[in-house]
């Protein structure tokens, strides 16, 4: 059973660093893009970064560029999503999903049930 | 303000048909294929239909989906209770370089 589990959200002060863990299991992680996404209280989801199988393409959303860093352990079938300087906009449920289609095609079959990031005073 | 444009609400009775649209424009909708999200309250988002009109296993196929030029449209027949959920149209936009959502449409089954 393809299972995926975030962790490492909570409150953090604006301008602070947080960094999120998703744990893969029940397929082939290595063999799989990965997308994180986010919704904020009350919004839509909004697509955050994505990685390829092997780590080598990296994409973000031009809001997170220069402040998140989206990276995999494939040895810890693990994705990651350090983001740095928070601001309160950040503030969302964030949610890993596994890319189902070879190339990136929004195709996100499995998520995770998400973390909350708050970025507060 | 989304990059694909849906309707913010539609309701329907039971046991009777819905659409939902999905406009875009020819970087997203027009040139790449078209995916439909159902979320229900609290939960994470599942895939519903993929390459415009596919669906997953395990979907029910009162769900369809098409895409014409560049609008694409949710279709949900014989309504139940259980639909009731926000549904989401994604798809890749060549311009952006990644995906792209709608705004979401929150379906009420009256």
């Known amino acids: 059973e393809v299972q995926l589990v975030e962790s490492g959200g909570g409150l953090v002060q604006p301008g602070g660093s947080l960094r999120l863990s998703c744990a893969a299991s029940?397929?082939?992680?290595?063999?799989?893009?990965m997308t994180w996404v986010r919704q904020a209280p009350g919004k839509g989801l909004e697509w955050v970064a994505n990685?390829?199988?092997?780590?080598?393409?990296?994409y973000y959303v031009d809001s997170v560029k220069g402040r998140f860093t989206i990276s995999r352990d494939n040895a810890k079938n693990s994705l990651y999503l350090q983001m740095n300087s928070l601001r309160a906009e950040d503030t969302a449920v964030y949610f890993c999903?596994?890319?189902?289609?070879?190339?990136?095609?929004?195709?996100?079959?499995?998520w995770g049930q998400g973390t909350l990031v708050t970025v507060s005073s | 303000q989304s990059v694909l444009t849906q309707p913010p609400s539609v309701s329907e009775a039971p046991r009777q048909r819905v659409t939902i649209s999905c406009s875009g424009s020819?970087?997203?909708?027009?040139?790449?294929?078209v995916n439909w999200y159902q979320q229900l309250p609290k939960k994470a988002p599942k895939l519903l239909i993929y390459?415009?009109?596919l669906l997953p296993s395990g979907v029910s196929d009162r769900f369809s989906g098409s895409k014409s030029g560049t609008a694409a449209s949710l279709a949900i027949s014989g309504l139940q209770s259980e639909d009731e959920a926000d549904y989401y149209c994604?798809?890749?936009?060549?311009?952006?370089?990644?995906?792209?959502f709608g705004g979401g449409t929150k379906l009420t089954v009256l």
């Open positions: 999903a596994r890319e189902m289609a070879t190339t990136p095609n929004a195709q996100l079959d499995y």
């Open positions: 029940g397929f082939t992680f290595s063999s799989y893009w």
């Open positions: 990685i390829k199988h092997d780590g080598s393409d990296k």
């Open positions: 020819s970087s997203n909708i027009g040139n790449n294929a």
């Open positions: 390459f415009d009109d």
């Open positions: 994604a798809t890749w936009d060549d311009s952006l370089n990644g995906p792209v």
